[in-house]
């Protein structure tokens, strides 16, 4: 079974709201049958009222969502489906999927679907974006970096590539992956590392210590060695700026286990 997390986050002003309600989706999806499993959706700052899930496109589907609170995690919902949680679309083009509070969207990801090859493929943000992540109750735990790769941005006929992620301020690298990693799916493969410190006092940095000078700085992804991925990241009072329109948090529910969520700080950057 093949999946990529598909994340995505749309504010929506509500009047006679402080915070605007907002909905985070990680979604499996399923080349060999271009389905989706909708489950453990996260909410932020609901009010009260009807949540719903739906794709629109040239396909369309609807699922009612229920809620579920988080003890730990003041102002967070984890949603899941009321009955069946998959979607399956079966028809090219340009879809969205939307997650509605009282019929106003709060979250929404666009992105294209296509057959090719007997499999399902997409395109979207994920050639585009990645992300850097850390505990934010844990200032000093190492930061992930978060990004995505597909076989079909190489060039034709190859059949993997092995990866590294360099953290660059000025020409000068400041941090990278202690070891490569293998692309090998055509679908976009999610991959999360740690960057750190050469030599044999190395050590894995938090992200006050990537962002400890401020400047502009490039994460390098490279291809056997060779610049791949180039991500344009801008730090300022030892943070990195982030996106605009992209969350700022999210929970890492990866454990499946409420008690083992955390809370991440989340920066996005793009190429």
Do not use: C
């Amino acid at each position: 079974m093949r999946y990529l997390w598909l994340l995505a986050l749309v504010p929506v002003v509500v009047p006679a709201q402080d915070v605007d309600p907002a909905a985070l989706m990680n979604l499996r999806f399923y080349p060999a049958n271009g389905g989706f499993m909708v489950e453990r959706l996260t909410g932020s700052n609901l009010p009260p009222g009807e949540l719903t899930f739906e794709a629109v496109g040239p396909a369309t589907q609807a699922m009612p969502l229920r809620r579920r609170e988080l003890d730990t995690f003041a102002g967070f919902e984890t949603l899941d489906p009321n009955g069946v949680p998959v979607v399956r679309l079966g028809k090219p083009g340009r879809y969205e999927f939307h997650v509605k509070l009282a019929g106003r969207v709060i979250g929404k990801y666009g992105f294209e679907l296509a057959r090719a090859g007997g499999e399902w493929t997409r395109q979207g943000d994920w050639e585009r974006v990645g992300f850097l992540a850390q505990n934010a109750r844990d200032p000093e735990s190492p930061a992930g970096f978060h990004f995505w790769a597909s076989l079909a941005e190489l060039p034709p006929g190859k059949s993997r590539a092995m990866l590294t992620a360099h953290w660059m301020l000025g020409g000068r690298e400041v941090a990278a992956t202690p070891s490569p990693m293998a692309v090998t799916q055509r679908d976009w493969q999610p991959f999360r590392v740690e960057l750190g410190t050469k030599g044999p006092k190395g050590k894995v940095l938090s992200l006050s210590g990537l962002a400890a000078n401020d400047g502009d700085y490039a994460l390098v992804v490279k291809a056997d060695g060779q610049p791949w991925k180039t991500f344009r990241v801008r730090v300022k009072g030892g943070k990195p700026a982030g996106l605009a329109g992209y969350p700022a948090h999210r929970l890492d529910t990866s454990s499946g286990s409420n008690s083992s969520y955390k809370l991440m700080d989340v920066y996005w950057v793009a190429r």
